[in-house]
């Protein structure tokens, strides 16, 4: 089994339909980006599986629907994801 980073990786969290920016610090003060598609991305440094999992379960309490969720290499601007 590999082991992970310790450090916070940065992970994209994408939704279908437009969340108000208000709600920043409910998901721990990630980038929240409104789409012209109209999707909501939310973007920021997560400190492991268990923080992971918690924003994802306030993903579903708010009952927007989960387009996908990307890991972002360290390093990587605006370069190529790895899926989650």
């Known amino acids: 089994m590999k082991?992970?980073?310790?450090?916070?990786?940065?992970?994209?969290?994408?939704?279908?339909?437009?969340?108000?920016?208000?709600?920043?610090?409910?998901?721990?003060g990630m980038a929240i980006t409104l789409t012209e598609d109209g999707d909501t991305v939310l973007t920021g440094p997560v400190a492991d599986q268990a923080a992971l999992h918690g924003l994802l379960k306030k993903v579903r309490d708010l009952g927007m629907p989960l387009l996908s969720v990307c890991h972002i290499e360290s390093g990587q601007a605006n370069g190529s994801k790895d899926e989650a």
Do not use: K, M, Y
């Open 3 to 28: 082991a992970r980073h310790t450090q916070s990786e940065i992970f994209e969290i994408r939704l279908q339909g437009h969340l108000d920016t208000s709600w920043a610090n409910w998901f721990e």
